[in-house]
Every structure is written in C-alpha cells, then in structure tokens.
C-alpha cells in the first residue's frame, strides 16, 4: 500500500483516524478476545466505502482524495487487522458515514485566512471510539504473535508480549500505548526468529525507543532508552553496562553523547556487529562518523 495515501486516508478521520492509520492498525490475524473475526471483513470492507462516499462526496480542498482512491484502501484493512478489532472499526466508520461530513477550512499560516480544509464528521461516535480502543488495547500482541507464529516462532509469543505489555504499562497508561504501537510496528513491517524469540526488524526501533524512554522519564542520559530499544531487537548483549561504559570514556564520551541523542530522537539506527549504530547514509551519519573517527 502506498504510504502518502494511507496517510491521506487516515487524515480523514477526526477523532477517529486510528482506524485506517497504518501504526494502529498494524496486520491482520485471527479472532482474539475483545476483536472480532474475519468473517467480519466484508462488512468491514462495505463500512470503508461508506466512509469514503460519505466523506469525499463534496469537494474540499485541493488536495482531496477522490472516492475511488480511499475505496481502494479499504479492502486492505481485514490483511492489516488480522481479524482483531473489524466490528468495531466497522462500527466506527458506519457512525461517522450516517452522521455526514462539513467541509471545514483552518488557518495554517497565522494571516487569519482559511487556506486548509478538511472533511470534518459531524459526530464524534464517542462509543464507538471507546469501544475501538478497548479492543486495541490488547490486539497488538495479538498481531505481533500471529505473525511470529507465521514465522516459526509462535510458541509463548503471546504470554511474553502480554507480560511486557503489563510491566510497561506500569509505569504509564501513555507507556503501554507506545508499546502496542510498537509490537503493530513489528507485525506490520516483519520480524526475523532469533532463537526462536521472535524480533522486529530495525525499522521498528524507533517505537522501541519512544517505549524506553517514557519507561526511565528521570533518566539522566539516553543510555535507557537506547538499551531498551538494542535488547527488543536481539542487539548489543549488556546494553547497559556497555552504553555507561561508552559514555563515560574521556575521549569519546562526548561523541558517543551526541550519537544516542540523535538515534534515540529520529530513530536512525540498525544492529551492525552487535552494537546499535546510525545507518550510514541517514539523519545521524554525522554523529556515526564523529564517534567512528574518534576511534569508537
């Protein structure tokens, strides 16, 4: 699916743009508690389109999606919610497309002249949100360990992922969403089997480390955050021990500073010879070639 539409689409909503958000949604899998199953899909797929007639069908903006090109992302969404949560993100696009669209323009510029409009649902579908969100709770480990099980290492996927899912929850409800947004991450973009643990790719580690950091808020450097993105990847074995050790060296401590700033703020970093580095080509390729020229 291309991304620049799903996130047009997902703009859409107005309190309700975790339905067709890509993050949110993560992949698809069986029934699982609190979801509904895939026998749900078609009308999963018709409550799509409603939406999308319902929403497209005046003009607004010059950037509006047509009604054909937001139909034609809705018979992705049973492949993204792996059967978890359809009736209820069905039921939240059958409520917004009853309750009609008003095209809506905003100042974005400070002159105090409408230059952005937007369609905006003329309810809230309150209950329905509520109910969408109690279903989310739980259906990211339950897409993540579908698609471990896909890979071969299914076994006590759910168990670990729901019992991390608690640990991080205790320290802030706010922890707990980004870790569901996180393991989404993981069954969305793939995971590899390590050891039988199931790990997602690199390109998720960004939402590791937003995790890390909301579970360490008085941390005093960015070793934390770093270390839980580096241990949920299966990367840098004694994180911890070895991220202080780095840091408090004389003469690269200051590089290395600079380096886990940068990769834990954009989440420009992939596992190469078990250490957490920047990608070479990418935001934080000048912070990788101070802390490499420095001798790190």
Not at 111 to 136: G, H, K, R
Not at 223 to 231: D, T
């Amino acid at each position: 699916m291309r991304p620049s539409l799903v996130r047009s689409l997902a703009a859409l909503f107005v309190g309700c743009c975790a339905v067709l958000a890509a993050g949110a949604c993560g992949d698809s899998g069986d029934d699982g508690e609190g979801g509904s199953g895939a026998g749900s899909s078609s009308g999963l797929i018709s409550a799509c389109e409603d939406y999308c007639s319902a929403a497209l069908a005046q003009p607004c903006g010059e950037n509006q999606l047509t009604v054909e090109q937001c139909q034609s992302q809705c018979g992705f969404l049973p492949t993204q919610l792996k059967g978890i949560c359809e009736t209820e993100n069905a039921a939240a696009f059958e409520c917004l497309a009853e309750a009609g669209f008003t095209c809506t323009g905003y100042d974005t510029d400070g002159d105090e002249v409408e230059d952005t409009f937007t369609p905006v649902a003329n309810a809230t579908c309150l209950e329905e949100q509520q109910a969408y969100a109690t279903c989310e709770t739980t259906a990211g480990c339950k897409r993540f360990c579908i698609t471990a099980e896909d890979a071969g290492c299914g076994e006590g996927c759910l168990e670990r992922c729901e019992s991390k899912r608690a640990e991080v929850e205790a320290a802030s409800a706010t922890c707990g969403i980004y870790y569901s947004s996180y393991v989404s991450c993981g069954s969305s973009a793939g995971i590899t089997c390590d050891g039988g643990t199931p790990r997602p790719n690199d390109f998720c580690i960004d939402s590791a480390f937003n995790v890390g950091d909301c579970v360490n808020p008085d941390a005093t450097d960015d070793c934390p955050a770093y270390c839980f993105g580096a241990e949920e990847i299966g990367c840098m074995p004694g994180c911890d021990a070895e991220c202080a050790s780095r840091l408090a060296d004389a003469t690269c401590g200051q590089a290395w500073a600079s380096l886990l700033d940068c990769v834990t703020f954009f989440g420009d970093a992939t596992c190469e010879n078990d250490v957490v580095m920047p990608t070479a080509d990418g935001i934080c390729s000048s912070e990788r070639e101070a802390y490499l020229a420095c001798g790190g």
